[in-house]
């Protein structure tokens, strides 16, 4: 038996209804709750999926990282997840679910993901910011909305295309801008265990000042890094440091 094909009209008729279908659908989706997530790419490209949305520094000005998966070795061209990257506190976030939409607070910070001003990135802010979340077409995925009044050049779409989070102005289904939420509460109880121990991110050769209320330690003969106690400033606001005397594994509390 013969069919014939649909004309113009037909196909666009079809395409309505599809969609119409799909926002129906998604009114009907069970969002995520709030709590602790890791925010995990969805794409369907190799170099982008399952990298976890990162937050490695407190700046209010550089972006976000996907990190988490780098270059297998042992098999080319392809990708598996980072060791420990589990213990990496800047890959936890606490979702809140609010009016509108909900909130990303990173663990680590106690900064919230929000747009950057007049780019089209994902950085950090004291103040939360609202997300929509939708539907991404993709069962388990969602899209991260940023408001369009926040957009530059209508890229309203929270998307993983770099090692930087950016915004972009399409989604479609399982691309760049599909995300899913990975319960995470078990994941950060593990990474804050005394016996197990955290990781987070030095900038290698540049002074820093960590202050975390916890242990920390570091092979002293191999890593070049050494502690110091803060003692206070000076007359002149200068601040005051003292080395710490031990020169090999050390451990201290601060």
């Known amino acids: 038996m013969k069919t014939k094909a649909p004309n113009v009209n037909q196909i666009n008729d079809y395409l309505a209804e599809l969609n119409a279908g799909l926002t129906e659908f998604a009114k009907q989706l069970i969002m995520p709750e709030s709590g ?8 369907a490209e190799k170099t982008r999926e399952g990298r976890i949305i990162t937050a490695v520094n407190s700046s209010r000005q550089s972006a976000l990282k996907m990190w988490g998966r780098v270059l297998d070795p042992n098999s080319k061209g392809n990708y598996k ?27 680590y910070t106690g900064l919230y993901a929000a747009p950057k001003s007049g780019e089209a990135t994902v950085t950090q802010s004291e103040t939360p910011y ?3 979340v939708t539907f991404a077409k993709t069962p388990g995925c969602f899209n991260f909305v940023i408001k369009a009044d926040d957009a530059v050049s209508k890229k309203i779409y929270v998307n993983a295309e770099s090692d930087n989070l950016v915004l972009w102005n ?26 197990e121990g955290f990781r987070v991110y030095i900038q290698a050769k540049v002074p820093q000042i960590v202050t975390l209320p916890v242990n920390a330690e570091f092979d002293a003969a191999n890593s070049g890094a050494e502690f110091y106690t803060v003692l206070g400033q000076d007359a002149e606001f200068n601040i005051q440091l003292k080395k710490a005397e031990s020169s090999s594994l050390v451990k201290h509390t601060y």
């Open 130 to 132: 609202v997300f929509s």
């Open 36 to 43: 602790i997530y890791r925010l995990q790419s969805a794409s």
């Open 81 to 107: 997840n980072e060791d420990g990257f589990e213990a990496v506190l800047g890959a936890y976030w606490d979702v809140q679910k609010v009016e509108n939409g909900y909130t990303l607070k990173n663990v």
């Open 170 to 195: 399409a989604a479609e289904g399982q691309d760049n801008s599909a995300f899913k939420f990975l319960p995470a509460a078990d994941g950060l109880k593990k990474a804050l265990n005394n016996e």
